[in-house]
């Protein structure tokens, strides 16, 4: 799958393949679950009302037992009277769904493959040099004369830190950082623009992990060995 391609200035330049592992295929029921899970846990669930042993009002009894003719009160907290406890209203509620680390990644994957198929993610280089708003507003202006989005979403490598100052300011654009990023950042993102430096980041990150872990395995092996000889 081609993907568009742009420089930090706007132009565009040759068109470049979809990384392998944004190009699997969309399990839309998984990602459908995904987004359900991340929805309910942005919300806070704090909606409360105030029952009748919580207002704040006088404990006086209304008027006598007997003999008024009226139904019988003891309180004007009750919740029948107008400034009274609202009886079996909302509680706070404890958000407790969650995902399996797999299924996360599975989900942001299928994301992301879903917008390249629906032509809606962009490559841009040298993100990490837009130093100034002027700059990145340009480079915005000409993704939206290209593409005809309207609202944006930058995938951040860990190289970019400084680019934000230069994007938090600008209208309709997001941005996040491709390891903090989940399926709703994707889905809901708009037109997804992609920093070209993720991806070297993060071969240079799994080199240097399957280094650690050949050096860990051959100190296993060395330890194993030395436990035989004695």
């Not at 391609?5 to 979809?18: C, H, N, V, Y």
């Not at 930058?154 to 400084?162: G, I, P, Q, T």
Request: net charge positive; glycine share 6%.
């Amino acid at each position: 799958m081609k993907i568009q391609r742009f420089t930090a200035k706007g132009t565009k330049t040759e068109d470049i393949s979809l990384p392998k592992e944004l190009g699997g295929k969309v399990n839309l029921p998984l990602l459908a679950q995904s987004l359900y899970v991340y929805e309910e846990r942005a919300h806070v669930g704090l909606r409360k009302t105030k029952t009748r042993s919580e207002v704040n009002r006088t404990t006086k009894k209304v008027y006598k037992q007997k003999g008024t003719g009226g139904a019988r009160h003891g309180s004007r907290r009750a919740p029948i009277f107008v400034g009274g406890g609202v009886a079996l209203g909302p509680r706070p509620v404890k958000r407790v769904k969650s995902l399996s680390n797999d299924i996360k990644n599975k989900s942001k994957f299928m994301a992301f493959s879903l917008k390249a198929e629906e032509k809606q993610m962009v490559f841009v280089s040298g993100i990490s040099k837009l130093d100034k708003t002027k700059s990145a507003r340009q480079l915005v202006d000409a993704l939206e004369k290209t593409t005809s989005a309207k609202r944006f979403t930058f995938v951040l490598s860990e190289k970019s830190k400084e680019s934000v100052k230069a994007l938090r300011n600008l209208a309709n654009v997001d941005y996040v950082f491709y390891k903090d990023s989940n399926a709703l950042d994707i889905y809901r993102g708009g037109m997804i623009v992609m920093d070209d430096e993720i991806f070297e980041t993060k071969g240079e990150v799994e080199k240097v992990e399957k280094v650690k872990s050949d050096s860990v395995a051959v100190k296993k092996i060395a330890k194993k060995e030395t436990k035989k000889s004695k």
